[in-house]
């Protein structure tokens, strides 16, 4: 998401406050503060910082980019964001550095905790990207023998980012040579038995990126300079149809160490080991090992066990807890009939959200979500419903086996679907999306899925506890994602450490948990196929978990309200917990924070 008009008015925020805090006219603030012109509401002393910074890197990025032109003209230019060119490496290593020189003359000590907070995860988001860009260096220099062309065409788009007049002969000239190079470079790497699968991805992206730029170039010259239009078109197909396959030949040279092969279930994936796993949550501001929170995992389990026992047994199926399951999964609606049934889950949620004072729902949140019906090939990797502004509903379309359609509507049916509509709208994503944007939207860089999903799954676990569940078929539906969660977090860092297998991951969906074998896969396949960080399915329980352990620590001892809160937290915007925690409780923090939270009681 991009709020630019938000931005410029966190901006003007900015500018107000730092003129009060100069001339001593706003006094620290705590976080029960309710005076509704607090400008702590919307900025801090870092704030303009965090656009700022935000802000250049966006401008270096697309200033570095390639422009391709596709269809339709003027309207349909747009940048192309490749692998970054050496040149545009260079540029964000730069301005990183000027960003942490600035941070550092800051007065840390006289701010606010909003402010110190904001200090913190800028310094923190800046670390960051500088070892990514390390690594992405390092790694180029490792590929660049593969590509001893790329100056040529780097050099070639850095001249036309200015409108420089090319001579159309030299330009052709130069194609045809790189062309060559091309087929040597080629004939060179069939020689080369294999190389690591990350490198040879990695090298398929400088190239595809290198194809990009060229395009960027041809996109602005060819029909409007003469000579280049006479000389430059048949090197220039050339040359990208060269490149294209260069591009295939680098990825198949890649090989797959034996946790990253196909181990029958069709799924692939890369698990990142134990050290990175480690780093990654320490970098989400997470104080636990891999092995802890796997220990974690199997506590909830239990917890779940029983609980699925009891409702099993209320049910008349005795400990038979997968018969009283298959029971719950045969209660699908008709088809046709399941939009409607989200509507009726979420008027209860909403309802008993409102019965037990829970929180205030802000009408054009509540007027707003919408609804969309999920594709058969979305539901590949998804099988369940997903949201956000809206929800997209998942169940079979009449494009499917008969096998899948009924998988599709056992898996989704009212039970299941009774714990996790609100989840996807209100109050879990869709007010998640309307709350960022208009409370400190500049912390869209902070970002992290341990609030994004932590925030939802919050909202099961308190429902759940506030008896939402009423009947036994309720609680069970229910209990199916709860025990889903504890599951993500046991299979993903088992597959990351390299103790499991795919097939393992599924099988282990199947059997500890019920789901039908294509959901699992489905599951499966997301989780190490569909883009996600390898911290994304642990952060939806863990997250909850640490959102559910602050409100012990602020609603349960007293000291606000339910509604207090959550609309607290929902201000404060999409940050580390960690954070929500020292911002609500006002705690002291220092320049070099470290995680250090231990979050979690099995009391």
């Not at 301005?95 to 310094?123: A, E």
């Not at 379309?397 to 714990?419: A, I, Q, V, W």
């Not at 620590?553 to 809160?565: A, C």
């Amino acid at each position: 998401m991009k709020y630019v008009n938000v931005y410029r008015f966190s901006s003007c925020y900015y500018l107000i406050f730092s003129f009060l805090f100069c001339f001593g006219k706003i006094e620290n603030s705590t976080a029960q503060t309710s005076d509704k012109f607090n400008l702590y509401s919307q900025t801090s002393e870092t704030a303009g910082l965090v656009i700022q910074y935000e802000q250049d890197l966006i401008a270096i990025r697309d200033f570095y980019s390639p422009v391709v032109q596709g269809r339709g003209g003027y309207a349909n230019y747009s940048r192309n964001q490749p692998l970054n060119s050496p040149e545009q490496r260079k540029r964000q290593i730069e301005i990183d550095n000027k960003y942490l020189d600035q941070l550092s003359k800051l007065d840390f000590n006289v701010m606010s905790v909003y402010g110190k907070v904001d200090y913190i995860l800028l310094k923190r988001n800046i670390d960051d990207h500088l070892r990514d860009l390390a690594i992405e260096e390092k790694q180029y220099g490792q590929i660049s023998k593969y590509i001893p062309f790329a100056d040529k065409l780097y050099q070639l788009e850095k001249s036309r980012r200015r409108g420089a007049t090319v001579n159309g002969q030299e330009v052709a000239g130069m194609m045809n040579s790189v062309n060559k190079e091309i087929k040597t470079a080629s004939e060179n790497l069939k020689k080369v038995e294999f190389l690591d699968m990350p490198l040879a991805s990695f090298s398929e992206q400088a190239v595809k990126g290198l194809q990009a730029r060229l395009k960027g170039v041809n996109d602005f010259y060819q029909g409007y300079d003469p000579l280049y239009s006479w000389w430059v078109p048949e090197p220039y197909e050339t040359l990208d149809s060269a490149l294209m396959a260069y591009a295939k030949l680098l990825k198949s040279k890649g090989k797959l160490t034996t946790s990253q092969k196909d181990d029958g279930s069709g799924i692939t994936g890369v698990p990142i080991g134990r050290e990175e796993l480690i780093r990654q949550l320490q970098v989400e501001m997470i104080n636990y090992t891999p092995e802890e929170l796997i220990e974690i995992a199997n506590k909830e389990f239990v917890w779940c066990d029983k609980e699925l026992l009891k409702a099993s047994q209320e049910m008349g199926f005795k400990d038979d807890w997968k018969s009283a399951q298959e029971k719950v999964k045969n209660s699908y609606v008709p088809a046709g009939t399941q939009p409607e049934l989200i509507l009726k889950l979420y008027n209860d949620a909403q309802r008993f959200i409102k019965e037990y004072d829970l929180m205030d729902i802000p009408p054009i949140a509540d007027e707003t979500w919408g609804m969309i019906m999920m594709t058969p090939q979305r539901q590949l990797v998804n099988p369940f419903f997903t949201g956000g502004r809206e929800i997209s509903i998942s169940y079979p379309t009449s494009t499917m086996s008969h096998e899948d359609k009924l998988m599709s509507m056992r898996g989704n049916n009212p039970y299941f679907s009774r714990g996790t509509v609100q989840h996807e709208l209100v109050p879990g994503h869709h007010l998640q999306y309307y709350m960022s944007s208009r409370y400190k939207p500049y912390r869209e860089s902070f970002r992290t899925p341990f609030y994004t999903e932590g925030w939802a799954l919050y909202w099961e676990l308190l429902l759940y506890d506030k008896g939402f569940a009423k009947t036994p078929e309720e609680r069970i539906g229910m209990l199916f994602w709860r025990m889903h969660r504890c599951a993500r977090i046991i299979f993903s860092l088992n597959y990351h450490l390299g103790k499991w297998t795919p097939q393992q991951c599924i099988n282990f969906l199947v059997d500890r948990v019920g789901h039908e074998k294509a959901n699992a896969e489905g599951e499966v396949r997301r989780s190490f196929e569909g883009g996600y960080s390898p911290l994304y399915q642990v952060a939806y329980l863990l997250g909850g978990i640490q959102i559910w352990s602050l409100k012990n620590e602020l609603v349960d001892n007293g000291k606000m309200t339910y509604k207090k809160f959550h609309d607290l937290m929902m201000k404060e915007n999409n940050i580390p917990v960690e954070m929500l925690r020292a911002t609500l409780m006002n705690q002291p923090l220092a320049r070099d924070f470290k995680t250090k939270w231990k979050f979690y009681s099995s009391k």
